[in-house]
């Protein structure tokens, strides 16, 4: 099988082309520069370079796949010019599904997010609601609207497209999201606690992986599927961390609006040095309101089974310290 994958440098998308290899696939990778290229080669993945926001770059990229994973997009909290995250993740989704249509790719696997359809505190979000678009980030809106222009692709066009909403994604290999703060936890870093009642909806990495190859052959065109394995309070996880490995759990509590005083300094420091802070109004509004996401769907129809949390944080920490992120 000839796949095509946007995204493979990131934490999902580097999982998913080493899946892809296992399994025999002839993989062909967007990358925008020669390095990239070069460390995708190395691994037996045939590189193009191109950039999804330029359209020139990618004409015909697509040409003899059978299958497209779409992960290209910008998931971070913060930016400094915060068109970047509709420029990729709109038009730039835009762009490249439009191409794989014209080349007749017989399936997209668009990766999405749980935010883009994140229901209001304490609503257990399913496939078929819709955001109230009470936007608390960037990120969450512009997958929002990434999601509205593929289903329309798709209504209008015929779009062969599946859609995954994965939740927050842990797991050998995470730096940047909630991994940090697991690292932090563990390395005695973390001073004190925010939103302890906050709900996060978790999900292995290995099962996100599992989930993108069940939706490539099960999938039904035109649906969505969430990837959560635990919705569970950011208490409930500090916690469960503690019964692992035994690391104390920090006793003071930083209330929500002194952090977001703390927040707007660190943001306004940022925006004449260009270099991101360490919390964003972004990242700080997203773990206020939490959310949580149902798993039925995926286990029901693609029939996914999620890894237990306490066995995916045992991994997860394990690879920390292995890996020398945690002494």
């Known amino acids: 099988m000839k796949v095509f994958v946007t995204g493979g440098t990131g934490f999902i998308g580097g999982n998913l082309i080493k899946r892809l290899l296992k399994e025999g696939a002839s993989v062909k990778a967007l990358v925008r520069d020669q390095n990239k ?21 990618i004409k015909g990229v697509l040409k003899d796949s059978d299958m497209f994973f779409h992960l290209g997009n910008v998931s971070r909290w913060w930016l400094p010019d915060k068109s970047l995250y509709y420029r990729v993740n709109v038009e730039g989704t835009q ?30 979000t399913t496939e078929e609601m819709e955001h109230k678009r009470d936007f608390e980030s960037h990120y969450g809106r512009s997958k ?10 798709y209504r209008e066009k015929g ?13 050998p290999g995470d730096l ?14 973390l001073k004190a606690k925010l939103f302890e009642e906050s709900i996060i909806p978790l999900v292995y990495i290995d099962d996100v992986i599992e989930g993108h190859m069940l939706a490539a ?23 469960l ?38 919390f964003s109004l972004d990242g700080i509004r997203a773990m206020e309101i939490g959310a949580s996401g149902s798993n039925r769907k995926a286990s029901e129809e693609l029939g996914l089974n999620f890894t237990p949390l306490e066995q995916a944080l045992r991994w997860t920490i394990t690879w920390y310290k292995e890996e020398g992120y945690v002494s």
Not at 159 to 171: A, E, W
Not at 177 to 187: A, D, K, M, N
Not at 217 to 239: C, H, P, Q, T, W
């Open 241 to 278: 961390i503690n019964e692992i490995t035994g690391v104390p759990i920090p006793d003071k509590r930083i209330p929500p609006f002194l952090m977001k005083l703390i927040v707007y300094f660190l943001e306004a420091k940022s925006f004449f040095t260009e270099e991101p802070p360490k």
């Open 176 to 189: 940047k999201t909630f991994g940090r703060t697991i690292i932090e936890l563990l390395s005695g870093k």
């Open 144 to 153: 929002f609207l990434a999601e509205k222009e593929v289903l329309r692709i």
């Open 95 to 124: 762009n490249i599904v439009l191409e794989a249509l014209k080349e007749g790719v017989k399936k997209v696997v668009y990766t999405s997010s749980l935010a883009a359809i994140r229901q209001p505190r304490g609503k257990i």
């Open 37 to 57: 290229a070069d460390e995708f080669e190395k691994l037996g993945v045939r590189s193009v370079i191109g950039d999804i926001m330029d359209k020139i770059s």
């Open 159 to 171: 779009l062969p497209v599946v859609i995954l909403n994965p939740g927050v994604v842990i797991g």
């Open 217 to 239: 052959a099960k999938g039904r065109a035109g649906e969505k599927y969430i990837l959560v394995g635990d919705n569970v309070s950011i208490g409930g996880v500090f916690k």
